[in-house]
């Protein structure tokens, strides 16, 4: 049993390398951490600070993702179809005002004429 943790202990440390360089400078033991590594467990807070840069973007890409995938849990189909259909009938009204303003203004134009000369 002790063994199998002291394992598992040593998988922690490859996934937080700050903590090999905390105890060679001195700053931490070995047995300190593996006693606050068996009472706070490998996902406290504690050990952020000390997790390799990979394993925080993974974090933060895991927490994004979290997120998003619960916004789209929590949102109501219903209003969200409602809210399309409105933006829909609104972008169609904003195109047939554009090109009512474009015809009126290419029907106001006078065609030139074919001969047109200079007044002397």
């Known amino acids: ?4 943790q002291v394992e598992q202990f040593k998988d922690f440390v490859r996934k937080h390398p700050k903590l090999i360089e905390e105890v060679r400078k001195g700053n931490k033991k070995w047995k300190n951490l593996f006693e606050d590594w068996y009472i706070l467990g490998e996902d406290d807070e504690y050990w952020v600070e000390y997790a390799s840069e990979d394993d925080k973007e993974d974090t933060k890409d895991a927490g994004l993702l979290t997120s998003v995938l ?19 009938d609104t972008i169609e009204n904003i195109q ?17 004429s074919p001969f047109s000369f200079r007044k002397d």
């Open 70 to 88: 619960t916004a789209f849990k929590n949102m109501d189909t219903k209003l969200l179809n409602e809210q399309l259909y409105k933006m829909n």
């Open 1 to 4: 049993m002790a063994q199998k």
């Open 96 to 112: 047939g005002l554009i090109s009512q303003f474009q015809k009126e203004s290419s029907s106001s134009k006078q065609p030139k």
